[in-house]
Structure formats: C-alpha cells, structure tokens
C-alpha cells in the first residue's frame, strides 16, 4: 500500500493538473530567419490591467524563450478545436530542428513585427517588459500592445477556445456559460 508521503509527493508533481483546463495558447516569436515559430502554452495570466501586462511561463530550454528575449515582442494566439492537431504538433518538435512556419497560415500584427495566426479566435501583440527565472520557467511579462477577438463579448459567445486538460489531452465548451 502506498503511503501517504508518497500520495502527497505524487499530487506536488501534478499540483499544475489541479488548475486545469486552462485556455490553450500559441506563442508566436520570430526565428533568426524571419520566419514564425509557434508554441503552445496552457501556463498564463493577465497580471496587470492598467496597464495592460500578460505572463507566460516557458521553460529557458525552450526555443521559443531564446527567440523573445533576443527580439523583444511575441504573440499569443487562441486557437479553437480545429486547430487541436496543429497545436499538438508545434508542441511535439522543437523549432531548433523542424519548421513549424508552414503548419499555419499567418497575418501581420497591428503593432509588432511577429505575425498573429490567421483563423485563431483571439491574438494578443506583446512587446516584452521583463523575464524572470523562477524554478525550472521564466516568467516572460509581456506589455499588451495590441488585441483582437471574434466571438468575444465579456464571454465567449461563439466557437469555445481549445481548452489543454494537461498532457496531449485537451476539451472544448460544448454548453454556454450559467449566469
């Protein structure tokens, strides 16, 4: 029988999973060749409202992370269960050895150079404040500089946002919100 240590050591590994599902999001940042690279990303706040600040937590290991502090701004996408196969793919080979440029079709930003992906139901442009290591992530603090949305209205109101449950599982809202 496995002790009550143990169980609590095992919860602490997963503690993430408890704060699930959380909307799934692609951060975009561009390569040293001026191409898109894409992330998915479940760990993300708003931290600030005035002004207006999201954090993203990605590993330094990450591609993705050396791509932000080297061009300053990235996008953060939010795709819709059509987008589900994609979002597993760009989470699956890193943007080191693989070219995930192809894998969605993009569309100029409003405010930063890094495109937003054509078809997702938000994107948000960030030009980045600060990165803080923390643990085995930095916080990546991004300065909203620009939004867009379809389907948004105080809630979603139209197609539901990919929600990541943890892992390579993920759901969406298949009822509206109770009030």
Known sequence: MESPENRKKDLCEFYHRLLCPRVAALVVALREDGKPNVMPVAWH???????????????PSRYTHSLILKNKEF??????????????????KSGKVFDKSSIFKFTPATKVNTPLIE???????????????????SVVFGNVVACQAS??????????PLLHLGSNFYT?????FLR
């Open 172 to 176: 969406v809202i298949k009822e509206g």
């Open 151 to 160: 389907g948004f209205r105080e809630v979603w109101k139209g197609p539901s």
């Open 119 to 137: 078809g997702a139901l938000a994107s948000i442009e960030c030009e980045l404040n600060q990165a803080i290591d923390i643990g085995d992530h």
């Open 45 to 59: 706040t708003p931290v600030s409202v005035r002004p207006p600040i999201l954090a993203v937590c990605i590993s």
């Open 75 to 92: 996008t953060v996408n939010i795709p819709d269960l059509s987008m589900k196969d994609a979002v597993e793919i760009t989470g699956s």
